[in-house]
């Protein structure tokens, strides 16, 4: 039952779970005009004490296109957190006027004590470099459409693994279905940290490879997803010249990839993904974007128990 | 080994791992007693090979959570008219409240006035805590 919970990290809910919400994304995208009132008189409450135009605008396309109403702060200065108030006390506050929040803020942990107070379900839209489980659950709803399936897959991930919190969800997220490979692509100071490599892969016996070249490895996968690198990651200059171009993505890399390969990146993308390679039909980035906005819209629903309704 | 006399009314810790027993001993604030303590160290033991034990020859209160924390195998034996009437075991505790404060700079703890710092286990083995908010971890040593 999912009627009133929260989501504060990727691993709350269960795989069962998971699958309720998949499954209701995808009554959606297949009949969106169904559900275009099943939060009528619902309000979505959007609170981004930092700034983050494309998770706000997703949630809100979310509630707005399910019928539901919007209110919110874009940024902590205009709203009463610029007189000091703490974050128990605008979420109570909060909790009088909407059914559901929606909490960004650039604090480690500050939508898990919203959600502590809170009298409605609070969602994470990204605490800092700690979470961002709607992301997460905008990859397996992509995987799950376009793949298919979220077993015996090849995954390729790519850029800084040691940072990217996306990509580590991914993988915990990836490692709870059967036979999965993943195929860990980055410089060596940019692997993914140790907890991942010993208490997700080793600890499932997950089979995994760690390797620092795109092209050695593009044509195993079913799977690419591109994350990008800052250059002052880079250990050396050096280092930095030597494999810049490796975690480019460009037509001559697509061309030795499968053929029903997908390329997916949690977006914006900066000079990772060469725009030449927007045209191929394996890139689904801008599909993953979309299908952020549908798994949203049936994550609002699932909180707030309006399925019925539809 | 070296004889302390028995206590007729306190409390005896006991198996604290060799080194640890001065920790406790300022933990307790025993070094400010007026009554009477003693700290035995690197005493032998079967089970330890050598251990360290407090003896308080008087009834105080004890935070079992600080000091599960601070050595999980001690035992605390509670002795009444030189019996001992109680044997308490102790094990590293599930949740620690307000003992330590977080020190990840980018927690939300750093700025939300008048915030429970709550660290939860998540390996009793190796003693591993983590942040309830921003899942910083800690040792149990640490915490």
Redesign the interface.
């Known amino acids: 039952m999912l009627k009133g919970r929260h989501l504060i990290d990727p691993m709350d809910f269960t795989t069962y779970e998971l699958d309720e919400i998949f499954s209701l994304a995808e009554k959606i995208i297949e009949d969106e005009d169904r559900f275009k009132d099943a939060c009528r008189g619902k309000l979505l409450a959007t609170l981004f004490y930092e700034p983050s135009t494309r998770t706000r605008f997703s949630f809100e396309a979310a509630m707005l296109r399910l019928g539901g109403s919007v209110i919110g702060f874009s940024e902590p200065n205009s709203s009463s957190v610029a007189k000091g108030e703490s974050i128990r006390d605008t979420i109570r506050t909060i909790s009088c006027y909407a059914d559901i929040a929606v909490m960004r803020h650039p604090k480690e942990g500050a939508p898990k004590l919203a959600s502590m107070y809170s009298s409605i379900p609070v969602i994470n839209a990204g605490d800092g470099g700690h979470q961002h489980p709607t992301q997460t659950l905008t990859d397996l709803l992509t995987i799950k459409c376009l793949k298919g399936q979220f077993s015996n897959l090849t995954i390729g991930l790519c850029g800084d693994l040691k940072f990217g919190r996306t990509v580590h969800s991914l993988i915990k997220a990836m490692s709870r279905y059967e036979n999965n490979r993943f195929i860990l692509i980055s410089p060596k100071e940019l692997r993914v940290p140790d907890y991942i490599r010993k208490e997700v892969l080793d600890k499932k016996g997950i089979e995994y490879v760690e390797v620092e070249k795109l092209e050695e490895v593009i044509g195993e996968l079913d799977i690419l997803y591109m994350t990008r690198i800052q250059r002052e990651r880079f250990f050396n200059e050096e280092e930095y010249l030597r494999l810049k171009d490796s975690y480019i993505l460009d037509m001559e890399k697509v061309n030795r990839a499968k053929e029903d390969m997908i390329i997916m990146h949690p977006l914006p993308r900066v000079n990772e993904i060469d725009y030449e390679v927007d045209e191929d039909k394996r890139a689904c980035y801008f599909k993953q974007a979309k299908y952020g906005m549908y798994v949203r819209m049936a994550l609002i629903m699932k909180l707030l128990g309006v399925e019925e309704n539809a | 080994m070296l004889n302390i006399d028995s206590i007729k009314n306190g409390i005896v810790i006991d198996h604290i791992k060799a080194g640890l027993g001065i920790h406790i001993f300022k933990y307790l604030g025993l070094d400010k007693a007026d009554y009477n303590v003693a700290l035995i160290k690197n005493a032998e033991s079967s089970k330890l090979g050598r251990k360290d034990i407090v003896k308080i020859e008087n009834i105080i209160d004890l935070n079992y959570e600080v000091l599960g924390l601070i050595d999980s195998n001690i035992t605390i034996n509670i002795i009444e008219d030189e019996v001992i009437t109680k044997k308490i075991k102790l094990t590293l505790p599930e949740e620690v409240v307000d003992i330590i404060k977080c020190k990840?700079p980018?927690?939300?703890?750093?700025?939300?006035?008048?915030?429970k710092h709550i660290f939860y286990l998540v390996d009793s083995e190796r003693g591993e805590y983590r942040?309830?908010?921003?899942?910083e971890a800690y040792s149990n040593m640490e915490v």
């Not at chain 2, 703890?109 to 915030?115: G, V, W």
């Not at chain 2, 942040?131 to 899942?135: P, R």
């Open positions: 990840n980018r927690c939300v703890t750093s700025i939300e006035p008048n915030i942040c309830l908010y921003c899942d």
